[in-house]
């Protein structure tokens, strides 16, 4: 009896869509100012903190895309992505900024 070859597998995490996302939040951060943060309450500056801190810990597997390379390799791309803590932090920071802006 002949024993079969294993096939060599390859495993990718595409982090692709937390980079587009992380870059949106330090857009937003950086259009909100420092300054705005200065007098600011305690508990929104901490607020801000709990949700990234949520949104780090709250990444999710998305799409899984098995292939086979034209070497004979299998090859899994595994995307990740933010979960909903990251629409959170959004929303709480663009709501800052409207407050701020019609005060």
């Known amino acids: 009896m002949e024993k079969e070859?294993?096939?060599p597998i390859t495993i990718e995490?595409?982090?692709s869509a937390i980079q587009e996302k992380i870059d949106i939040l330090t857009n937003e951060l950086l259009?909100?100012?420092v300054t705005a943060f200065d007098g600011s309450?305690?508990?929104f500056t901490d607020a801000?903190?709990?949700d990234i801190s949520a949104m780090c810990n709250n990444i999710i597997l998305s799409d899984l895309s098995p292939a086979v390379v034209t070497n004979g390799t299998m090859q899994i791309i595994q995307r990740t992505d933010f979960g909903i803590e990251f629409e959170r932090l959004i929303t709480?920071?663009?709501t800052a900024k409207l407050n701020l802006a019609h005060k």
């Open 48 to 50: 801000i903190l709990n």
């Open 31 to 33: 259009e909100f100012g």
């Open 92 to 94: 709480t920071i663009r």
């Open 41 to 43: 309450s305690e508990s």
């Open 13 to 15: 995490i595409d982090i």
């Open 5 to 7: 070859k294993a096939a």
